[in-house]
């Protein structure tokens, strides 16, 4: 559910409180999303540290996605962890970083998929059964033995 996340909560009580005509407290409001009043506080006073945090993830995303262009086709996370680091000046930027913010903007890697006509020759394989030339028979002693 959406309303899980204690962030969300924070702005669903921050803009009922910054409504006008409203006759609830902080505390009321805190109480009834179910999350304490200093948290609410303390995110309140983090809405500058937020902001800062989301600026410098567009700006290295930008990065991102300039080494996920770069020569015409698409790259995973490795790829772009290493064309970052052949750039003039080099850029180092961690592995789960780049995983982080690929998957928050919403940037995926096509995964390479198996050629459909191998695998249908393969599926086309599996139904053929030998024929029994040599006619051996094996006698059968229980489980798991062969002799």
């Known amino acids: 559910m959406i309303l899980e996340q204690p962030s969300v909560r924070f702005e669903a009580i921050h803009s009922i409180l ?3 005509g409203n006759i609830l407290t902080v505390s009321e409001l805190c109480e009834t ?3 304490s009043r200093s948290g609410y506080y303390r995110w309140l006073s983090a809405a500058g ?3 800062k945090r989301e600026a410098g993830d567009r700006e290295d995303f930008e990065l991102i996605l300039e080494a996920y262009r770069h020569r015409g086709y698409q790259k995973g996370a490795r ?3 290493m064309s970052l680091l052949h750039r003039n000046p080099p850029v180092v930027m ?3 970083k780049i995983r982080r913010l690929m998957n928050k903007y919403g940037l995926s890697c096509p995964i390479r998929k198996a050629n459909p006509y191998r695998r249908m020759a393969k599926a086309l394989r599996t139904s053929n059964v030998a024929d029994n030339l040599l006619k051996r ?3 059968k002693y229980g489980r798991g033995r062969f002799c």
Do not use: L
């Open 33 to 35: 999303a179910g999350v």
């Open 49 to 51: 540290t937020r902001e």
């Open 79 to 81: 790829s772009i962890y």
């Open 94 to 96: 961690n592995m789960k």
């Open 137 to 139: 028979e094996f006698p």
């Open 18 to 20: 910054s409504s006008d």
